[in-house]
């Protein structure tokens, strides 16, 4: 059973860069996309970005200025970091880990299992 | 506002059927497959139908997932006080380069 292990600094100031780090453990690291998505308090979930076990990576168009993915499949773990957080940025972030539909990850993509979410704070 | 519309909220009586609608357009529902996840009260989000209407592994029969044309349905039958929960459908936009998700559908049990 795949399980993922998220951890990073909960509590943020104004432009201030976010870190957060997802370990692996139950599976394959290889084959898959690994995902970061987050969820605003009350709001939707959104795409933040994925990226592959080589280091491949696709980003959200309206936070790629901002994001940086990248992977050590040595120790099984990937990591986001988005900086110069403003409050706008509050939000719940999951890692998770992506398929792509029928191996094209541009008809779709699918994300099993979750991380179980850190509440990242941006106050001054 | 999101690029997939759902209803904010249904409600229905346990043992009923509900429906769950997801509006999208030509870029993203209408070229692309759609998946469903549920989110328990304080927990993260769980898959339970990707490619539009397949069922993942101990994801039981009673949630079922269909698509025509640019929208998508989820179906929850035989519903039960567990199933209370937000909903929310996700695809990828071919305009927009991203995955989209819905503004996600909150399901009471009444």
């Known amino acids: 059973q795949v399980q993922l292990q998220q951890w990073g600094a909960g509590l943020l100031k104004p432009s201030e860069t976010l870190s957060l780090t997802c370990a692996v453990s139950?599976?394959?690291?290889?084959?898959?996309?690994w995902s970061w998505i987050r969820q605003p308090p009350g709001k939707a979930l959104a795409w933040i970005g994925d990226i592959s076990h080589i280091g491949m990576a696709s980003y959200n168009p309206s936070l790629k200025s901002r994001v940086t993915l990248s992977v050590d499949a040595s120790r099984g773990r990937f990591s986001l970091r988005l900086n110069s957080v403003t409050a706008a940025d509050t939000a719940v972030y999951y890692c998770?880990?992506?398929?792509?539909?029928?191996?094209?990850?541009?008809?779709?993509?699918?994300?099993?299992?979750w991380g179980r979410g850190i509440l990242v704070t941006v106050s001054s | 506002q999101s690029v997939l519309t759902q209803p904010p909220s249904v409600s229905a009586a346990p043992g009923q059927k509900v429906t769950i609608s997801c509006s999208g357009s030509s870029s993203n529902i209408g070229i692309n497959f759609v998946s469903w996840y549920q989110q328990l009260p304080g927990t993260a989000p769980k898959l339970l139908i990707y490619?539009?209407?397949k069922r993942p592994s101990g994801i039981r029969d009673r949630f079922s997932g269909s698509k025509s044309g640019t929208s998508a349905t989820l179906v929850i039958t035989r519903l039960q006080t567990g199933d209370e929960a937000d909903y929310h459908c996700e695809t990828w936009d071919g305009s927009l380069s991203s995955v989209v998700f819905g503004g996600g559908t909150r399901l009471t049990i009444l």
């Open positions: 998770a880990r992506g398929f792509c539909s029928g191996g094209n990850c541009y008809l779709g993509r699918r994300f099993d299992p």
């Open positions: 139950g599976g394959s690291f290889s084959g898959y996309i």
């Open positions: 490619d539009n209407n």
